[in-house]
């Protein structure tokens, strides 16, 4: 999977005066002597997740149409608004439509005049992430849920819970699940319009997985509507799948699945919870691996599908979670069908790039090494230092030398979006700073690959 986004011309590896090695971009197939895998390089090599802070005018006229019992974060240290009725919905849709594709435009703009790549709608147009694509499932409804209906100890709540959240929204089905209408048809057509027509090919919109909701939930389903777990993911990968081609046939070419749930399996308090209450978490695994693969199965050939796992981004630097991927990257790379990973590796909670060993020659990750967390900028030198680090990682694991894994197997990106959801993003984050991670994520870029985006 994979498509021809820049030129097919090949070049030839650039050493620097200190030994280092880069590259004039290059777009081409590379048979391995090993393996004669066909390996298509990464579509760009400065990468983004996809959220961007809001404009404060967004900001509050989204926030305005929320009952604070369905917002899914309340402010840290006990929300006192948190369960009142008061739904404070003092501005119109209408009024939130108008702010929110104007704030569109406007970062569209924005990424084009900064050569910033891919480009997105910043997810302005959701609350959060994941927002849109459930509610729109038929057979399916979107609930305020009491904390105790969520598995013990999910990540997801433990600062919730902290906070004293009593509880926030969840999905259910209601009957048998299908998608009749696109969730994100018209964002996708709003962004295609903002954009030249040879600009499409770098546009890219984010979808939730299907397990999503089956992961978080002690009873995700009502056995009167579904009779086992497989059937229910069945018919979300079936959605997710359908969601997918219909972007597609509107002309998108790159769609992200986002899933930091994923990385819970690598959180050792949750994985000793989940033995003492008898959840099994292998099996958990490998059915979430399935309903990926049946979401992404038989796609064209044209179209570039990746993952995105992290570690969880609330604001204020807020993380869920902690824990290599050496758990699940085995799995991961070689079980599923994507070719391209978007993992985190902005702190040590996320470990080394020891997993990376596991990489098979025909995929790739987009390292995500500057931290949208923190407003405080990396060293430049220092971040190539740790993708140099990585491709030695790959590089050994595939017996070949550190320019080939550079060539193939990487890129690079922020570790997650700025803003998941319509709140506000990272300690100090503003968005002056944003762009200039966003930029820092290019230079690093080019300092590894020049050219690359010529």
């Known amino acids: 999977m994979g498509f021809n986004v820049f030129g097919d011309s090949p070049r030839l590896p650039v050493r620097s005066?200190?030994?280092?090695?880069?590259?004039?971009?290059?777009?081409?197939?590379?048979?391995?002597?090993?393996?004669?895998?066909?390996?298509?390089?990464?579509?760009?090599r400065a990468d983004q997740v996809g959220s961007l802070l809001r404009p404060e005018a967004l900001i509050k006229a989204r926030k305005s149409l929320q009952s604070p019992q369905n917002r899914l974060r309340s402010e840290p240290k006990g929300d006192q608004e948190l369960g009142s009725e008061d739904v404070a919905a003092t501005n119109p849709a209408a009024s939130v439509k108008v702010e929110q594709d104007r704030a569109i435009e406007e970062v569209v703009k924005e990424q084009l005049n900064r050569k910033i790549l891919p480009i997105v709608t910043g997810e302005y147009e959701r609350t959060i992430f994941y927002d849109k694509f459930f509610e729109t499932?038929?057979?399916?409804?979107?609930?305020?849920?009491?904390?105790?209906?969520?598995?013990?100890?999910?990540?997801?709540?433990?600062?919730?819970?902290?906070?004293?959240?009593?509880?926030?929204?969840?999905?259910?089905?209601?009957?048998?699940?299908?998608l009749d209408r696109s969730a994100y048809l018209d964002d996708w057509l709003y962004l295609k319009s903002l954009l030249p027509e040879n600009q499409w090919k770098n546009a890219k919109m984010t979808i939730p997985p299907p397990g999503w909701w089956h992961i978080q939930l002690k009873q995700p389903y009502d056995k009167e509507i579904y009779a086992r777990d497989e059937d229910l993911l069945a018919d979300m990968s079936t959605a997710v799948r359908k969601e997918i081609l219909t972007l597609y046939e509107h002309g998108l070419r790159v769609i992200q699945v986002d899933d930091p749930n994923l990385s819970f399996f690598c959180d050792e308090k949750w994985i000793e919870t989940c033995k003492s209450e008898g959840v099994d978490l292998e099996r958990l695994l490998e059915l979430y691996i399935k309903s990926h693969n049946d979401a992404i199965k038989d796609l064209p050939s044209d179209l570039h599908v990746g993952i995105h796992i992290c570690r969880g981004n609330f604001p204020n630097g807020v993380g869920l979670a902690s824990g290599s991927y050496e758990r699940i990257s085995r799995k991961?790379?070689?079980?599923?069908?994507?070719?391209?990973?978007?993992?985190?590796?902005?702190?040590?909670?996320?470990?080394?790039?020891?997993?990376?060993?596991?990489?098979?020659?025909?995929?790739?990750?987009?390292?995500?090494?500057?931290?949208?967390?923190?407003?405080?900028?990396?060293?430049?030198?220092?971040?190539?230092?740790?993708?140099?680090?990585a491709a030695d990682v790959i590089a050994?694991?595939?017996?070949?030398?550190?320019?080939?894994?550079?060539?193939?197997?990487?890129?690079?990106?922020?570790?997650?979006?700025?803003?998941?959801?319509?709140?506000?993003?990272?300690?100090?984050?503003?968005?002056?700073?944003?762009w200039e991670k966003l930029e820092l994520v290019r230079a690093l870029s080019e300092a590894i690959w020049p050219g690359w985006n010529e």
């Open 17 to 44: 005066a200190h030994g280092e090695i880069s590259y004039i971009w290059e777009r081409h197939f590379y048979k391995n002597q090993r393996e004669q895998e066909s390996v298509m390089a990464p579509p760009f």
């Open 137 to 178: 499932l038929t057979g399916f409804e979107v609930r305020y849920t009491p904390m105790k209906d969520f598995k013990l100890d999910f990540p997801t709540n433990r600062p919730l819970l902290e906070w004293g959240v009593p509880g926030r929204p969840a999905g259910y089905p209601t009957g048998k699940v299908s």
């Open 396 to 434: 050994e694991g595939q017996g070949r030398k550190r320019e080939d894994a550079l060539h193939d197997n990487l890129a690079v990106s922020t570790q997650c979006g700025f803003a998941s959801d319509h709140s506000e993003g990272g300690v100090g984050m503003t968005r002056e700073r944003m």
């Open 332 to 389: 991961l790379f070689n079980e599923t069908s994507y070719k391209l990973f978007y993992l985190e590796f902005d702190s040590p909670r996320a470990g080394d790039f020891t997993p990376l060993k596991y990489l098979p020659v025909a995929k790739a990750v987009v390292l995500g090494v500057v931290t949208t967390k923190f407003s405080e900028m990396e060293n430049l030198d220092e971040l190539k230092a740790k993708v140099y680090q």
